[in-house]
């Protein structure tokens, strides 16, 4: 059966939010986020902001295994970046 990303998400134990409109308001709720934009997914490190269940909520092929990987990717990213800037 498949889910939604938002559903994924949520059940990783990220919390389901808007994004505020207006002012950035600055809010921690979780670290990453599965985006979707232009017929693409992406994922965002948004440690300050809340996802848009809206927009990651569309039926796709992804799985759990897929949002662990890209997970660990965006960390293994995160880990170079790091280390360049050092």
Same mark, same amino acid.
């Given at each position: 059966?498949?889910?939604?990303?938002?559903?994924?998400?949520?059940?990783? /134990?990220? =919390?389901? *939010?808007?994004?505020p409109?207006?002012?950035?308001?600055?809010?921690?709720?979780? $670290?990453?986020?599965?985006?979707?934009?232009? /017929?693409s997914?992406?994922?965002?490190?948004?440690?300050?902001?809340?996802?848009?269940? $809206? =927009?990651?909520? $569309?039926?796709?092929?992804?799985?759990?295994?897929?949002?662990?990987f890209?997970?660990?990717?965006?960390? $293994?990213?995160?880990?170079?970046? *790091?280390?360049?800037?050092?």
């Amino acid at each position: 059966m498949k889910k939604t990303l938002a559903e994924i998400a949520t059940e990783k /134990g990220f =919390q389901e *939010g808007l994004y505020p409109s207006g002012d950035y308001v600055e809010i921690e709720l979780f $670290r990453y986020a599965i985006a979707y934009k232009n /017929g693409s997914f992406y994922l965002l490190d948004v440690s300050k902001t809340l996802f848009n269940a $809206r =927009q990651i909520g $569309r039926k796709s092929g992804a799985t759990e295994k897929g949002f662990e990987f890209q997970l660990a990717q965006l960390k $293994r990213w995160k880990k170079q970046l *790091g280390e360049l800037i050092a």
